[in-house]
């Protein structure tokens, strides 16, 4: 089913960068305005210039953020700042965190993954794409031919063969990267070559199906860029870079995204509170200072369809009824496991059906605000810029899988993979055979 394969990744040239951390980013679709600025000034070659460079008042058709881009592309490797592999390579990707104060370590595949159609059930999507950050991206894709930040995709491999193979084509070899990034988090590189290895790998994904964790807008950017080359005659620009993680890596992490909601006239904790009593066990818990008992709760019942409330000055646990009764009230035209997603509960059956914030308002946010952070929830009800706060367990992976199988997708905010992957460890210049 799946089709990987090595390629020649382009790096940047050690014996010219002195600091790799100084040339590298978080993916563009997490960069504002002032860390766009940011990367800009801290190096002259940071992968900004390329990945989401700055746009002008006077900018052209022919001259742009995507022109610019591979003029600094090819400037780049005239002057060998980045240097192509000698050979197809993979690569054994390590970044290590902390998550709560505990460390981990999450181990990736970067490789080069063949573009296909949803339909083929090869990849398969988790969640829906807007048309505007595509267009960004395939413009740049027809200017460069290159892919800068890499997708996230995730395999099942119960036995970590893939993961075996890796770490014995490189035990007691020092990484050919090694940086730690602005938070505080460690990147590590190891280029694989070995004949042997490569082949052991690709085969290994010929059964297999990838789910898109992350990167859904540039997949299918990459797959409208394949189609428009081989209707100009141009095969060879049907694989994309990818970064594979087994949903059995210990250090795969999924964080959730709580939710605040405002403007809302006419909500009192008490109409709220009878409005929930018909689906949901309604338990107050304490003031605000009880925060990390409410998140122990909700951890300790993360299979029960639970959530925590902010409301005034006290936090309530709600508990599910009743499932089944739940799922009749939920969109007809979804699938089962949709419908037993937290996140599809909250936003359909209290969000929307209790408090009026349909999809569409959801999508425009004016009464709806997100964040990972719990302490950030409690301080906007605290502070009285929102009315009421809603915290989610994280969306498991088996979670994602099932909907993704089902050709299902999530609800808006579901899931949020952490780390991020880097950008600018390892480029995919398809042009470089």
Request: hydrophobic share 35%; aromatic share 10%.
């Amino acid at each position: 089913m799946a089709s990987i394969i090595p390629f020649r990744g382009l790096r940047y040239n050690r014996d010219k960068i002195d600091d790799l951390a100084h040339v590298v980013t978080p993916p563009y679709d997490i960069i504002d305005e002032a860390a766009q600025a940011r990367y800009y000034a801290q190096h002259p070659a940071n992968i900004i210039r390329l990945e989401l460079g700055l746009t002008y008042a006077e900018d052209t058709a022919n001259n742009n953020r995507y022109s610019r881009a591979n003029q600094y592309l090819e400037k780049w490797l005239e002057e060998k700042i980045l240097i192509p592999e000698s050979q197809p390579s993979l690569y054994l990707y390590e970044q290590e965190y902390l998550v709560k104060g505990q460390p981990m370590i999450r181990t990736g595949l970067v490789c080069g993954l063949k573009v296909e159609p949803y339909e083929s059930g090869t990849t398969l999507p988790h969640e829906e794409t807007l048309s505007k950050p595509k267009a960004d991206r395939l413009q740049l894709m027809r200017a460069t031919h290159s892919n800068f930040s890499s997708i996230f995709g995730l395999y099942s491999d119960p036995s970590q063969e893939v993961s075996h193979w890796m770490r014995e084509a490189t035990e007691k070899l020092p990484p050919d990267i090694d940086i730690t990034d602005e938070d505080g988090e460690s990147h590590r590189i190891w280029v694989i070559q070995n004949a042997t290895v490569i082949q052991q790998v690709v085969d290994f994904f010929h059964d297999k199906q990838i789910y898109i964790a992350d990167g859904h807008h540039r997949y299918e950017t990459a797959l409208e860029f394949a189609q428009e080359m081989r209707e100009q005659n141009k095969p060879g620009y049907d694989y994309v870079l990818t970064t594979l993680v087994n949903v059995y890596d210990p250090g795969l992490v999924v964080l959730p995204t709580h939710r605040v909601v405002g403007n809302l006239s006419d909500l009192t904790v008490k109409s709220i509170q009878e409005q929930l009593s018909a689906l949901f066990e309604v338990r107050e818990v304490g003031t605000l200072d009880d925060l990390p008992q409410l998140m122990a709760q909700l951890e300790e019942h993360k299979n029960d369809h639970v959530f925590g409330m902010v409301a005034g000055e006290q936090l309530y646990f709600l508990t599910l009824r009743d499932w089944e009764t739940a799922a009749q009230l939920l969109p007809s035209d979804r699938s089962q496991s949709w419908k037993s997603l937290d996140v599809a509960i909250l936003d359909n059956l209290i969000l929307d059906n209790m408090l009026g914030i349909g999809e569409a308002q959801r999508r425009s946010q004016d009464n709806l605000a997100y964040s990972r952070s719990e302490e950030w929830v409690i301080a906007q009800i605290k502070n009285r810029s929102y009315q009421l706060g809603f915290l989610l367990n994280p969306t498991q992976v088996q979670e994602i899988v099932d909907v993704a199988q089902a050709r299902d997708k999530m609800p808006q905010k579901s899931t949020y993979f952490y780390p991020k992957l880097i950008t600018g460890l390892i480029i995919n210049n398809l042009d470089i055979l």
